[in-house]
């Protein structure tokens, strides 16, 4: 199959989620453009220097849109500074976008991963560019506005139960993870970054949340390719196709495991105007979509699997994401990042321990 035009928003792209390098985030440019040439397929041209922008809605890993010959290219590396341990693996962020791209139409294809620090100062990948078009406060009148709400909620739900039924022999990923004990492993992996994320005076709620999860947890019902990362601003449609996502973005926590891990994620993000969620639901433009519960039913239909547990898995998913704005919080203060949108994630992790407690109380 001949490699696809396109990823993200491009300054092509009536979003204009592209923007001049932040200052403090620029890279090796000279190295990379020398790196590219060397090995990639581009035309043998002596056209002007390598032109970059940088997506400006990311708040972790860096990624820069890059024009070399030509050609539209998307870099993925990791933030500076200080990393959590198994976080921003552009290893295997690679791995899966070099494979699932055959059996799965929404993930991009990566065609260079580069562990030579020398030339961008980290691990890094290289992959093709989409331009479309992603919802954040709104639902752009490009897609439709806001009475294309439920087409853009149950389009982003369909691409969610299509990647879970996925079989990953299938597209060379069938060592992605370790399904066995999966969620035990990733309730105490992220007992740990909590620990290590955790402000010094604490956050009273957060504290005890890794034991009443692992003292509740479900069985596992089937093993998937997991995103990892599932919310509706990491889905990219065409413009005017409200309908059908075509790409979903950020792979490199994918692994092999409970797919209803990824469910949980994804309503824990949902804003359909009920209370939750990593911002209060009043400080928030509706967006005219589906409730949780619609989404949640349409994908028990097409995948077949059982949400009787699903509050367990919303409530894990609110103390991930807690752990998470903390980290980026933590970033941001070291000086690691200069994204001022960091500055205040800290500001959501009470809230969502108090409704992962909530759900978990039934």
Known sequence: MAPRDGFGNGSDSPTGDVQDVRPGDDLDWPSIEAYLRAHLDLPNTDAASMEVRQFANGTANLTYLLVIAGRKLVLRRPPFGELPPGAHDMKREFKVLSRLWRSFGAAPRAYIFCNDRDIAGADFFVMEFR???????????????IASGRAVGMAF?????????????????????????????????????WQLARPEDGVGPMD????????????????SVLHNDLHLGNAQFAVGRPDMVRTLFD?????????????????????????????PASDQEPLGLPTKAEIAERYARRTGLDLDDLDW???????????????LANRYRRGESHNERLATMGDNVLGLAEE??????G
């Open 131 to 145: 331009s479309g078009i992603v919802v954040r406060e709104r639902i752009p009148q490009e897609l439709g506005g």
């Open 208 to 223: 005890g949340l890794a034991d009443v999860l692992a003292a509740t947890m479900p069985a596992t019902e089937r093993v």
């Open 251 to 279: 792979w490199d926590m994918a692994t092999l495991g409970d797919p209803l891990v990824d469910l949980g994620g994804v309503l824990a993000y949902w804003r359909d105007g009920s209370k939750g969620g990593p911002a």
């Open 157 to 193: 739900i369909d691409a969610v139960a299509d990647l879970h039924l996925v079989d990953p022999a299938a597209c060379d990923l069938a060592d992605l993870g370790r399904p066995d004990q999966f969620l035990e492993r990733q309730v105490e992996g992220w007992r740990k970054r």
């Open 313 to 327: 898995y919303q409530a894990f998913s609110d103390w991930k994401i807690a752990i998470i704005m903390q980290q």
């Open 356 to 361: 992962a407690h909530d759900l978990l109380s």
